[in-house]
């Protein structure tokens, strides 16, 4: 890691302007502003579809994953999907370690998934919280 890359993260309330403000500060600080992106180049680095890993995304209710995530006797897949199913550990660890190659690699600004708690021990990252 260069020791003068460092990591903005911005945790956010729906409507509290949060992914505006990581735009904003990415754009005069001149790195790179992760978001949504971070869905798809992590899908693309674990060989998922992206369309996979938007219906995990922060918005899916995640009630209705673990009652429809539960094992069927000894069968190594989900009732409802198959046996090509990946769990929400494994779409969290694949996000986790873009995360965290992207941070190692540059500056940036990453809002939302779970970066502020996945970078919790990263070296010069700065945490944000945005109120409604």
Request: with cysteine; net charge neutral; charged share 25%.
């Amino acid at each position: 890691m260069d020791e003068k890359n460092f990591v903005i993260t911005i945790g956010r309330q729906f409507g509290s302007g949060g992914r505006e403000l990581g735009k904003l500060l990415a754009s005069k600080l001149g790195i790179a502003y992760y978001d949504k992106e971070l869905l798809w180049e992590a899908a693309k680095s674990a060989g998922v579809s992206p369309e996979f890993f938007e219906k995990s995304d922060e918005k899916f209710p995640r009630f209705l994953s673990g009652m429809f995530s539960f094992a069927m006797g000894y069968q190594p897949y989900n009732f409802y999907s198959g046996s090509t199913s990946i769990s929400d550990d494994n779409l969290y660890r694949a996000q986790s370690d873009f995360i965290n190659k992207i941070a190692a690699g540059h500056s940036c600004v990453i809002v939302g998934r779970s970066a502020d708690y996945i970078l919790r021990d990263h070296p010069r990252c700065v945490n944000i919280f945005v109120h409604a």
